[in-house]
Each structure stands twice: as structure tokens, then as C-alpha cells.
């Protein structure tokens, strides 16, 4: 099965810089890749996505690339702010398109 | 807010017990994911169901059932549970059978003591 590996396991930013956060993955056949922020006592939630015909893809502040003949992908935040703290995890889907695995998560900490 | 909702908010037991937890998709959204949060494995995938047929299988002891029921809704049967069960449970949904993005509920605390 898929397997997503995900590095820092924790990053600790000053306000204002830039983090960078990034996975791997096992299974050439798998097509779509999100990211989710999931702050205290919260769920999940989708940030940004990007699927395997597109190889960067930016929302404001935030950015992901994907390197399909590499397998890997990585999620970029710009001018960071204290309320980017929260825990990250990148995803990647199935070819049948009905699982997700999930990496193993990153704790960001932007100080002020 | 996603739209999906999950109850009980924090649940609280004793080895040996049997829980149910539910949840509620957004509305319009057929199919429902399970998954496990606990802080070595992180997230889990457990079951999918897709209006009221379970469609695919993860890492899902064979203690822990699920069903959807005709109003969508779904729960997820613990039973015989252990310390090891304590976790975070949370429930995903989607519109159709394969549409990529899961929005995700707020979670239900299960404390097994």
C-alpha cells in the first residue's frame, strides 16, 4: 500500500519567515495530494491541494509543488504569522480514489 | 466549520466497554470516512461507506464496526476496548463516490481507562 513520509516532525519559524514543509510517496499511481492544518482541539482541514497534472499550485501565503518522477511534494508557507502554529499533515490518495494516507504530521511554531 | 458533525465531543470509559459515535455528513455528501487519530500512528484510515454500503477497508480491528444508515448518518461500534483505543476519532465526508476533497468533523475524545 501507500506510504507517506513527512519531514520536520516539528519547525519552529520566527514570524515572518518562511516554512517549508515535505513529504513523500511510495505509489507512482497515486493522483492527488492535499494538505491539512489541524489546530488544537480541532479537525483537520484542507488548506490547499494539488493533483498529478499540475506541478505547483498557490493560494496567497501559501504554496505546494509536486515532483511526480521524484514523488514528492512540499507545502510552502510565506511571511508567517503566529496563527500558522498548528499541526500539518500532507495526504496522498489512491489511484481508486477512495483512500487517503497521511503523512506523519508537522508541528509548526511561528514565535512573534 | 466543515458541515460535518460528530458526537459525543469527549467520551469517557472503562477497558471491556462498548461505545457508539456518531456522525453526521454534510449536507448532500453520500459517502463517509472513519479515521483514527492516536499520537504514535497518527492518522488512521478506518472504513469508507457510500450511501449506506461500505466501499473499502483500512487498518480496522475487528472489534470496531460501522454502518450508514439511510439518512446518511453513520456511527462506529468500539466495543471490548482497551487503553490502547483511546484516541481521537474523526469522520470524513465527500459529495460522491470518488470526489477528492475530504472535509473533515470536529472529532470525538475517546478515553478508555
Known amino acids: 500500500g501507500e506510504n507517506v513520509e513527512q519531514h520536520p516532525s516539528t519547525l519552529s519559524v520566527q514570524e515572518g519567515d518562511s516554512a517549508v514543509i515535505k513529504c513523500t510517496y511510495s505509489?507512482?499511481?497515486?493522483?492527488?495530494f492535499p494538505w491539512y492544518k489541524q489546530e488544537l482541539g480541532k479537525g483537520p482541514q484542507l488548506i490547499i491541494d494539488?493533483?498529478?497534472?499540475?506541478g505547483e499550485k498557490k493560494d496567497q501565503r501559501i504554496a505546494v509543488t509536486l515532483n511526480k518522477t521524484a514523488k514528492h511534494f512540499s507545502l510552502h508557507i510565506t511571511e508567517t504569522q503566529p496563527e500558522d502554529s498548528a499541526v500539518y499533515f500532507c495526504?496522498?490518495?489512491?489511484?481508486?480514489?477512495?483512500?487517503?494516507?497521511f503523512g506523519g504530521g508537522t508541528r509548526l511554531m511561528v514565535k512573534p | 466549520d466543515s458541515g460535518v458533525t460528530q458526537t459525543p465531543k469527549h467520551l469517557i470509559t472503562a477497558t471491556g466497554q462498548r461505545v457508539t459515535l456518531r456522525c453526521s455528513p454534510r449536507?448532500?455528501?453520500?459517502?463517509v470516512y472513519w479515521y483514527q487519530q492516536s499520537l504514535d500512528q497518527g492518522l488512521q484510515f478506518l472504513i469508507q461507506y457510500y450511501n449506506g454500503e461500505e466501499r473499502a477497508k483500512g487498518n480496522i480491528l475487528e472489534r470496531f464496526s460501522a454502518q450508514q444508515f439511510p439518512d446518511l448518518h453513520s456511527e462506529l461500534n468500539l466495543s471490548s476496548l482497551e487503553l490502547g483505543d483511546s484516541a481521537l476519532y474523526f469522520c470524513a465526508s465527500i459529495p460522491g463516490l470518488n470526489t477528492d476533497t475530504q472535509y473533515f468533523g470536529p472529532g470525538t475524545r475517546l478515553t478508555v481507562l
Open positions: 494539488i493533483r498529478s497534472n499540475v
Open positions: 505509489d507512482s499511481a497515486s493522483n492527488y
Open positions: 495526504a496522498a490518495q489512491n489511484n481508486a480514489g477512495n483512500m487517503l494516507t
Open positions: 449536507s448532500g455528501d453520500l459517502s
